[in-house]
Each structure stands twice: as structure tokens, then as C-alpha cells.
T-cell receptor, first 112, second 114 residues
């Protein structure tokens, strides 16, 4: 079975721009979660989608949003980028919660 | 809100030494517990998990963890580490009933010296 894939792998943006990251879960997995990983804050939960509905949400500002499509693929969007948004963004998929989450390689975002 | 504490931020061991990494969580009800590992340049991957049953859980690569409910702990152990165990280790908790999100600890960086 193919693993979780994330595109793009690396991204450089400037402050004020917006960005869209994509995640393709393992086939058959309906839950997709997004995390932000930084050296200072560690792994922080952004949101979880299940069957196209946002089921859980972390403590991030409204600039961070996401969606899930009928094939379970998910996208997250960050608008009006700030320097502090530089991070590794991880996507994880699972059959459901609290089942084991399988992580993708991440998208490394650098905001200049 | 649930929280997870990993008190050891950076651990340095020699090969063949024993390992114990601490993990404590703050939630009094039902919990599902996980240890994930991130090897240099690789994805986060599951080492082991505890949902119910035997509190001593065995995982991949010789790792094990013990769930002690009274201490709110889920410490990771390995009797003899290898250089290839050099990685960052994350404890994670899914607390309560229902479809709750996973909360991660801050991670422990393990460096094994040959």
C-alpha cells in the first residue's frame, strides 16, 4: 500500500502571501489530520477531517484552514503568511480516530 | 485540556546502555497512548501503542512501554540501545471518549554514541 504523500515537499513564500498544501492519505483512510512542527513548539495539532467534515480543530488562527475532498485527499491553506508560519507541516491519515495515524514526509515551508 | 510531558529533552547514551524515556499525561479518564519515532530525514512512524489490556506493550525494534495508570505515565524502554536508535521520540495521547485529536509531547532527542 502506498503511504501518505504530501506535495510540495518544499516551499518558499514571502510574508503576506498565501499557500496551499496537499495531502493524499493511504487508500481507505478517511481521517486526515494536519500538524505543524517547529523546533520551539514541537508538534501542534491544526485540524482533522473525516468524510469531508472538520471534526477537530486546534488553537490556530483563522488564517489556517483546510478541506477534504470526497476521495479523502485534503488540502490546507494558510493566508497572509507570517514569518512565524515557517515550519514543517505534517499530514497524517488513519482509518478513524483514535486509530494509529500514519504520517507523510511533510511540507517544509519557509516564509521570508 | 489534555497535555503530555516528556521531561528528557536530550539524552546521550553509549551503545548497549539501557534506555528509559519518560512520558506523563494529564487526563484522568480513558486514554490511548502512543510512542512515535522520527529517524533523521525520515517520516514519523509508530513504535508502539496502548489502547487496553496488558499494560506492558511491546513494539518494533525491541522497544517496550509500560502504562501505569496511577502515575499517569507511559514510559518507553529498551534494554540495549544501538547507534541506529538515534532519533527523536514522541509520546502522544488521545484522551477521552469520542473522536478526539492526538496530543504530542515535546519530544526527546536520543543520541547513541558508538
Amino acid at each position: 500500500k502506498a503511504g501518505v504523500t504530501q506535495t510540495p515537499r518544499y516551499l518558499i513564500k514571502t510574508r503576506g502571501q498565501q499557500v496551499t498544501l496537499s495531502c493524499s492519505p493511504i487508500s481507505g483512510h478517511r481521517s486526515v489530520s494536519w500538524y505543524q512542527q517547529t523546533p520551539g513548539q514541537g508538534l501542534q495539532f491544526l485540524f482533522e477531517y473525516f468524510s469531508e467534515t472538520q471534526r477537530n480543530k486546534g488553537n490556530f488562527p483563522g488564517r489556517f484552514s483546510g478541506r477534504q475532498f470526497s476521495n479523502s485527499r485534503s488540502e490546507m491553506n494558510v493566508s497572509t503568511l507570517e514569518l512565524g508560519d515557517s515550519a514543517l507541516y505534517l499530514c497524517a491519515s488513519s482509518l478513524d480516530t483514535p486509530e494509529t495515524q500514519y504520517f507523510g514526509p511533510g511540507t517544509r515551508l519557509l516564509v521570508l | 485540556a489534555q497535555s503530555v510531558s516528556q521531561h528528557n529533552h536530550h539524552v546521550i547514551l553509549s551503545e548497549a546502555a539501557s534506555l528509559e524515556l519518560g512520558c506523563n499525561y494529564s487526563y484522568g479518564g480513558t486514554v490511548n497512548l502512543f510512542w512515535y519515532v522520527q529517524y533523521p530525514g525520515q517520516h514519523l512512524q509508530l513504535l508502539l501503542k496502548y489502547f487496553s489490556g496488558d499494560p506492558l506493550v511491546k513494539g518494533i525494534k525491541g522497544f517496550e512501554a509500560e502504562f501505569i495508570k496511577s502515575k499517569f505515565s507511559f514510559n518507553l524502554r529498551k534494554p540495549s540501545v544501538q547507534w541506529s536508535d538515534t532519533a527523536e521520540y514522541f509520546c502522544a495521547v488521545n484522551a477521552g471518549t469520542g473522536r478526539r485529536a492526538l496530543t504530542f509531547g515535546s519530544g526527546t532527542r536520543l543520541q547513541v554514541q558508538p
